[in-house]
């Protein structure tokens, strides 16, 4: 029998690796319809320790396709999406791609013995396509319009590391 290569034994190794490093919320088939539903985890994206704000990510696929889940967490109170307000994502490669929030959202407060901090949760349908396009050209940056104004955020390695490795979960079947 033939040994497999080392650059065969890495590749499994890293598949593997990545495929064990989804953190599913929900991974389930219900037994009623067949449908499947997976939800993973909500990951930080580049949160520091002196940061004011800082984004959170959960990808989750639906019956028509997935969805881009986002939390946006503040010291300041952001203003309300309402469902049809875009997300636009500018990939490295200066391609627009363009996300409408699936419903109206208003935000939460949090309230610790450290202060308040609000919380704004806005979902966007995404399709197959479109994250294997954002993966493939990761994001410089991306801008959440709220019912007053938007929101911005420049990307860097860290936060398109965690950003692919969601795309990776919920594309692997």
């Known amino acids: 029998m033939k040994k497999p290569s080392i650059i065969t034994v890495i590749a499994l190794f890293l598949c593997g690796t990545a ?35 800082w984004y959170s990510i959960s990808m989750l696929n639906v019956e028509n396709g997935y969805m881009l889940s986002l939390r946006f967490t503040s010291g300041q109170r952001p203003d309300m999406i309402n469902k049809g307000d875009k997300l636009l994502i500018m990939l490295n490669n200066n391609e627009i791609v363009e996300l409408e929030a699936t419903e109206t959202v208003i ?29 493939e050209a990761g994001i410089k940056k991306w801008r959440m319009h709220t019912s007053r104004a938007y929101l911005e955020y420049d990307f860097t390695r860290n936060g398109m590391n965690v950003v692919r490795q969601q795309i990776q979960c919920i594309l692997s079947e």
């Open 107 to 135: 935000t939460d407060a949090n309230v610790t013995q450290h202060g308040t901090t609000y919380i704004i949760h806005p979902s966007y349908f995404v399709n197959r396509d479109m994250l294997e396009k954002i993966s």
């Open 19 to 53: 495929h064990s490093q989804c953190n599913w919320a929900k991974n389930e088939v219900d037994e009623f319809t067949g449908l499947k539903t997976r939800v993973l985890t909500m990951q930080d994206i580049d949160k520091k320790f002196t940061s004011r704000f």
